[in-house]
Nanobody, 115 residues
Framework: QVQLVESGGGLVQAGGSLTLSCASS????????MAWYRQPQGKQREMVAM???????DYKGDVKGRFRISRDKGKNALYLQMNSLKPEDTAVYSC?????????WGPGTQVTVSS
């Protein structure tokens, strides 16, 4: 079974940048939609950004213009470039895809933005 693992989280000051990466242990069909989700402490998980196989992207409203999602199909990798970070971006960020009808999630990486 394919596993996803995120990296790149950490502590950053407001206004700073981080790039998250999501690596896969196996092949992710190129037709799959991939997405980044985040879950602030004590709140529900929410989708941050998604990207289709054709490179079409969509973003949660409050991250538009600050975050950029990308993928490398050859490396089965997903990325999230986060700029102009705000304290309200603090959360555990996870990558997600669906393979053969099964939800696949990474364990998540903590992003903490200090004011």
């Amino acid at each position: 079974q394919v596993q996803l693992v995120e990296s790149g989280g950490g502590l950053v000051q407001a206004g700073g940048s981080l790039t998250l990466s999501c690596a896969s242990s196996g092949n992710i069909p190129g037709s799959n939609v991939m997405a980044w989700y985040r879950q602030p402490q004590g709140k529900q998980r929410e989708m941050v950004a998604m990207i289709t196989s054709g490179g079409v992207t969509d973003y949660k409203g409050d991250v538009k213009g600050r975050f950029r999602i990308s993928r490398d199909k050859g490396k089965n990798a997903l990325y999230l470039q986060m700029n102009s970070l705000k304290p309200e971006d603090t959360a555990v960020y996870s990558c997600h895809t669906i393979i053969h009808g099964i939800d696949v999630w990474g364990p998540g990486t903590q992003v903490t933005v200090s004011s």
